[in-house]
């Protein structure tokens, strides 16, 4: 992807770049059911096959998705988004809940969580079940609901980053984002420093003034559709037939097909009118209703690159975006910005089982890049690069940050691997070690003088795991429970010695009395602390259990603790001291 190690390097910068920057992401959240199955032959009643379920995976949809990849990508994520309270639900909340997401969805009891289905067998969807529309809308008191959220959010977000989040619309058709949500977030626009909007219809988000907008082909058509307004003229074309009802999961396609009245080139006959016919005519590129026609003696095969390359200035006048992204899924990405000026990306040709959420993947990377100051074209070319690493698989595509240094060529131990971490960083890193399938041991303590003890105590909580994470107090927290002489050392000075360690893996500070919050977010599997009592006297050992993991105390080393060390120093301060100064004798 990129061209040399210089290159690499420059792309890996702004990857470090965004590591913690928070993004709220706001629309239809969904959860992607994956069930593969096997089948050796067909059923008796019909022709159809007979299916044995081997497995089934569960994974967050649509809004929840692009918070996903946000948090994986090393973003500080939060979905607000309505969830039905119900089994696919809880399922979502799962998942938000394992890719270290900040959950701040709205329960809305009788309004089902939309979900899609998916039976497969041989990793070939055989089909697809979607349960959740547009005529689901939230009523007065969920709008309520979700708006107290969204601004609470957008505070909570402020406050833990200290500078305006970045806002990212997901707008699918489901009914999150109704008249009144979207009226709130244009009227709001300046309390969010970037904002990416991916919509199927984008007229209704005219006045948000987005940085970026990523539709694809044929949502920008439509848009340019709509625009013109006027009837398409008869004559021999083919249409590029947009279905009624767009799908609900993402962008939506455009196929290649005879226009009603003829079988051919030579055909005759007025397209249909209506908000599903979009078409190109003339040269090709001109749009003159409400479709797009493509002229028979264009030729077989429609450059959709070329079309869309043609209306990027329009794309943006219309959206009033900064940079316009047409995604174009096969066949990459055409990106323009102010400076009028075409980037073109590629991607790889896979099935559709692998490619689900890969255009979530995409928005995350390029909001990120571009929240982080980015050029475009650094954030486009990361942006199909985060796309396209996620797809070698069936289902729902998550990229990480890791990937995507991997991709870069990055030393992940370098540029993807900071022992020093924020609160709201450390979710993020955790989802990733344990998607990569990483057990995570954590501990927490003063660390006040670090000794010898300390270190054989950290080297043996790391030997029960492949990670350590550990929380260390801050110099308040230190004052409360030691006393006002301590701590010796001040908290920069701790975490610094700490983070040199060779079996320490991340070293976050935590301002509370007990570390039961960071707990909760790491959900270790091993929690570690020290002294010779059973692990049932441990305060915290009913939480961690609680959350699946287990509790270890180890033994400290004889004689070394940082009390003794303090006392002796103390102690020498105290002794008389010889006096070995010189005096003058009379002569």
Known sequence: MAGGAAEQRRLAAVVEGWLGRPVLVIGDAMLDDWRFAESDRLCREAPAPVLTLRRRISAAGGAANTAVNVAALGGRAALVAPVGADVAGDELHDCLDRAGVWDRTVNQPGRPTPVKRRMLAGNQILLREDSGDADDALDDDGVTRLLTALDCATEELCAAGGEPPTLVVCDYGLGALSAPVRAWLVTHRQRYATVALDAHDLADWRGLAPTVVTPSFAEATRLLARAA????????????DHPDGDPADGPSELTVGVAPGGTGPGMTGEPTPGEGRVAMTGDGLTVTGTGVTVNATVGEGVDRAVLAESRLAELRAHTGADVVAVTLDTDGAVVGGADGEPRRSHSTPVPASHAVGAGDAYLAAMTLALAADAPLPTAAQLAQLAATITVSDTGTCVCTREDLLVALDAPVD???????????????????HRRAGRAIVFTNGCFD???RGHVRYLQQARALGDLLVVAVNSDGSVRRLKGPDRPVNPVEDRIALLAALACVDHVVVFEEDSPAGLIETVRPDVYVKGGDYPPEMVPEAPLVRRLGGQVRTLGYVPDRSTSAIIDRIRAHGQEPQEDTSLTSKPS
């Open 229 to 240: 307004g006027t009837r398409p003229t008869p004559g021999g074309e083919l249409h590029l």
């Open 414 to 432: 370098g540029a993807g691997h900071r022992a020093l971490v924020g609160t709201g960083e450390l979710a993020a890193l955790v989802a990733e």
């Open 449 to 451: 003088v670090l000794h």
